[in-house]
């Protein structure tokens, strides 16, 4: 009796918060709704596999605590990713754009667990990663890896190159030990370096080649799926070409999976199958490389395609200038996140967050104008 009480009382209370926008709420009833939104996610049907896909994420959270005080009070949360779901096929490569602070890294992040993992669901081939203990994680770790941003500090200043990209090698058994320096070889031709540079260390090679470094790093362990966070943005534009170039060759050759996250969308529409864009921890749309760029949907989409030069001198281009800037994910606007800048902002954008809808096969959108 007592119990049913207790889930009357739950069942009021997230009533009358979700009538009120995030701004009238107090402390307590956001923990209260943020407190539900997780059990709701966590309480979901298993989704099912479908073998195409390398990686299914379904309402994947992930919110930071904000500790504030002597004691480390948690006073709110960092909304950081908000119920993010997408798949990507096998050899395919999903581009994952949006502005500065909207949560792409901790998408790579927390799907890889190299972050927790709020509430969610993420398959990697089949293989529920929220679920798995950490002993089993780090058996799976080779096949799933990650490529920094900025070559320069993921590699450790000390080590040779040969010990750099073997040292993972040879903790996960990759191949017997007699073979190793056949193997290192052969990988770092792959990707465009010579077995002389074996002994050398990262401070004798340019940006570039260092880019180069940690790429043959992660596929000397025979991965299936990379999450590559702005691999070329700290490259010179002349090099970035060659990187994204290698990038491609070695998904072909290798059969990769990528999810590619960048905020330069000349490089996304480059070497892109099909692209996410997120907004303030939302993934807002989502379609084919093709599809998205003949017919962006999303008004934030719209926004950030019209700012992509077009190199024809007769075309005028029609830039879609964003108002403001991007608001707290620790305070996001109530109702659709984008109403405070959106040009087509309707009534209900402020009171109700869009669902996400399927406009055309492979076509996904979360905005009012296509209810
Ligand atoms: N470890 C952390 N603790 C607290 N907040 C964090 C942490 N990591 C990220 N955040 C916050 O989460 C939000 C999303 O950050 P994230 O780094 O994922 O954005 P991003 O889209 O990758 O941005 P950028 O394009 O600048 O790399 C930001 O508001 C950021 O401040
Ligand atoms: S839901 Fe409303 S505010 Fe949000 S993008 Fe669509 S039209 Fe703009
Ligand atoms: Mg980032």
New binding site residues.
């Given amino acids: 009796m007592e119990a049913v009480d207790k889930t009357n009382e739950a069942v009021d209370k997230t009533k009358e918060a979700e009538k009120k926008t995030d701004a009238q709420l107090t402390r307590q009833e956001m923990f209260h709704l943020l407190g539900q939104r997780i059990k709701d996610i966590q309480a979901e049907p298993a989704i099912e596999h479908d073998p195409e896909n390398v990686l299914e994420v379904h309402n994947l959270l992930?919110y930071?605590?904000?500790k504030t005080g002597l004691f480390s009070h948690v006073t709110g949360y960092?909304?950081?990713?908000d119920g993010v779901s997408f798949n990507i096929k096998r050899g395919t490569t999903m581009g994952l754009v949006?502005?500065?602070?909207?949560?792409?890294?901790?998408?790579?992040?927390t799907i890889l667990r190299l972050?927790d993992m709020t509430a969610g669901q993420v398959l990697f081939n089949g293989i529920k990663i929220h679920e798995l203990p950490k002993g089993e994680l780090r058996k799976l770790r080779p096949k799933i890896q990650m490529i920094f941003?900025d070559p320069y500090s993921s590699l450790s200043p000390r080590l040779p190159i040969a010990e750099i990209i073997g040292e993972a090698v040879r903790e996960h058994n990759v191949v017997p030990k007699e073979e190793m320096d056949d193997y290192l070889d052969q990988v770092m031709k792959q990707c465009g370096l010579q077995p002389y540079h074996k002994d050398r260390y990262p401070h004798e090679f340019s940006g570039g080649q260092r880019q180069r470094i940690c790429i043959a790093r992660s596929i000397a362990l025979k991965p299936d799926f990379i999450v590559c966070?702005?691999p070329v943005s700290a490259l010179d534009v002349s090099i970035q070409a060659q990187i994204i170039n290698l990038m491609m060759d070695l998904q072909k050759e290798l059969g990769l999976t990528y999810l590619f996250?960048s905020?330069d969308l000349s490089v996304v529409e480059h070497i892109s199958d099909t692209i996410g864009v997120?907004y303030l921890?939302n993934l807002v749309e989502y379609a084919s490389k093709e599809q998205i760029f003949a017919n962006p949907l999303h008004p934030y989409t719209e926004a950030l395609f019209s700012a992509i030069p077009i190199p024809d001198p007769d075309y005028k281009m029609k830039r879609v200038i964003l108002q403001g800037s991007i608001p707290?994910?620790?305070n996001p606007p109530s109702g659709c996140k984008f109403h405070t800048r959106c040009a087509k902002c309707m009534e209900i954008c402020s009171q109700c967050a869009p669902e996400t809808k399927e406009v055309e096969p492979g076509h996904f959108v979360a905005c009012h104008l296509y209810d």
Avoid at 78 to 81: D, K, L, S, T, W
Avoid at 103 to 108: H, N, Q, S
């Fill in positions: 992930k930071f605590p904000i960092v909304r950081a990713v949006g502005e500065s602070g909207c949560g792409k890294t901790t998408v790579g992040k972050n941003q966070d702005e996250i905020h997120m921890g707290s994910p620790a």
